[in-house]
């Protein structure tokens, strides 16, 4: 087996964060376990940058999906990967035609699980996404609002760096906890882009347990149910809107359908994601 600085600066690391648990107070300790583990659960769904030295997917990235697709700049090496959350069962993602497009077909079954991607673009650059979404059905005991029931078919994840002195007091030990039992800090922002079957394209969606944690509907309603739906958005100034500042770095991208709080059974599939830079 290998060992490298790389790995001992982790573990280093990993030692030093679990003494600041380790310091507080037995009643903080459970409350801020509490706190971290649930936090874990959607850190990892908001798609928090991969370690550099995964492996990426070539089933996903050697896709007609893929190759149909234009990412933004990325990291060397960076490629998509299948992550999963703890031991839940994890969604199914498999490359496919569908209704005519290449696609990536999602089909989750009372688990979860993302794919992610690595980037590297800078807050001035940010440019604007172009994507398409197909779902048959809505997950009716869902509400991506709520927490307790927040599943969603459909979800187009964005990570950003930026300054972390920003972060609130809670934030900050959030960010810490996670860094010791998962070995990823709480990214600075996220904004997820979601399908809403009541509320209206533009709304913004808050976090609860974090300020630095957004959704934004731009797919509403039962209309655009079966067939694919083009959506085009500006990366920075929706990330303004969700936030109140520039963005400074965008560091991932990641796909998210999961059905882990409602077990209901949910299917739908993403085409291809198409990055354009600001001055085109």
């Given at each position: ?34 706190c971290a583990l649930s936090a874990s659960v959607f850190v990892n769904a908001c798609g928090s940058t991969p370690r550099r ?70 807050g001035p650059a940010l440019g604007r996404l172009q994507f398409a979404w197909y779902l048959n059905e809505h997950n009716a ?140």
């Open positions: 087996m290998q060992f490298d600085l790389g790995q001992a600066g982790d573990i280093e690391r990993r030692r030093q964060h679990a003494a600041i648990f380790d310091s507080m107070p037995s009643m903080n300790r459970r409350h801020w376990l509490c030295t995964a492996t990426p997917d070539p089933e996903l990235n050697d896709s007609d999906w893929a190759r149909a697709s234009a990412w933004p700049p990325a990291p060397a090496g960076a490629g998509w990967r299948h992550q999963r959350i703890g031991q839940r069962k994890p969604t199914d993602y498999r490359p496919v035609f569908h209704a005519g497009r290449p696609a990536l077909h999602a089909d989750s079954q009372g688990g979860d699980s993302l794919v992610r991607h690595a980037l590297e673009v800078h005991l869902a509400d991506v609002g709520d927490v307790q029931v927040d599943d969603a078919p459909l979800r187009l994840i964005l990570h950003f760096d930026g300054d972390r002195s920003r972060f609130s007091a809670r934030d900050q030990r959030m960010s810490d906890l996670l860094m010791a039992l998962t070995g990823e800090p709480l990214p600075y922002a996220t904004l997820m882009y979601v399908w809403d079957p009541t509320r209206p394209v533009g709304t913004l969606i808050p976090h609860p347990r974090s300020g630095r944690v957004r959704k934004l509907v731009v797919v509403s309603g039962d209309a655009p149910l079966g067939r694919w739906t083009d959506v085009k958005r500006n990366l920075a100034a929706d990330y303004e809107r969700a936030f109140g500042e520039p963005a400074t770095r965008m560091t991932g991208m990641a796909l998210m359908t999961d059905s882990n709080n409602t077990g209901v059974r949910s299917q739908a599939w993403y085409g291809p994601i198409r990055w354009t830079p600001p001055d085109v």
